[in-house]
């Protein structure tokens, strides 16, 4: 979880597809602690909001270990300091069809 903890600023929080706002804290936690799934991702753009300030914007699936499936569309906002990029924030939507 140290490479995730290093990937996440201090003041990150989330837009949870649930509906629920998460912190840095609750995030690496519940990773922690989530079943193994795979996720897919597509259609990934980024666009520059300003200097050291980016979007980026994909489409993910989500397959449970039991094969099930789950569509979201994800984005991120990362702000660079000195040499390193960090997400600020984050948002996952449940997509209404797969992709």
Known sequence: MKELSALLDDDFTEFG???NVYDKRVVIGRIQKEETS?????DFKIVGLAPN???????????ETGGQKSYSLR?????KTGDKWRMFFHQGTTAATKP
């Open 53 to 63: 300030v980016i979007l980026a914007k994909y489409r993910a699936t989500k397959t």
């Open 38 to 42: 795979r996720m897919t991702l597509s």
């Open 75 to 79: 984005s991120s906002i990362w702000r």
């Open 17 to 19: 597809r649930s509906g």
